[in-house]
Nanobody, 127 residues
Framework: QVQLVESGGGLVQAGGSLRLSCAAS????????MGWFRQAPGNDREFVAA????????YYSDSVKGRFTISRDNAKKTVTLQLNSLKPEDTAVYYC????????????????????WGQGTQVTVSS
């Protein structure tokens, strides 16, 4: 059974930092591209960042580029999202997801490509 479990969310003041982690089990982690998405109350879920299966390629939404960093450790089956310079508009539930990219190096923002999803972790940024 595939499981993606996010952790690291919490309450932080604007300008602060958080580090989100996603631990994967039940899948061959190294053949999956991984992504982070978020959903704020009343909004659709949106793309945040993605990383290719090898970690060699990354892709960010314009709203987080330069502030967030995605990374992965294939040996530990984890993907991490470092959130810096947080803004109140970053408040959302953050989800990690797995895309069966197989042997390509793609990292996509298309939610339809991601077949496994975690339950999410809440990030709240106060002003």
């Amino acid at each position: 059974q595939v499981q993606l479990v996010e952790s690291g969310g919490g309450l932080v003041q604007a300008g602060g930092s958080l580090r989100l982690s996603c631990a994967a089990s039940g899948l061959t982690f190294s053949i999956y591209a991984m992504g982070w998405f978020r959903q704020a109350p009343g909004n659709d879920r949106e793309f945040v960042a993605a990383i290719s299966r090898s970690g060699g390629s990354t892709y960010y939404s314009d709203s987080v580029k330069g502030r967030f960093t995605i990374s992965r450790d294939n040996a530990k089956k984890t993907v991490t999202l470092q959130l810096n310079s947080l803004k109140p508009e970053d408040t959302a539930v953050y989800y990690c997801a797995a895309d069966p990219a197989a042997y390509s190096e793609r990292c996509t923002n298309r939610q339809s490509e991601y077949i496994y999803w975690g339950q999410g972790t809440q990030v709240t940024v106060s002003s």
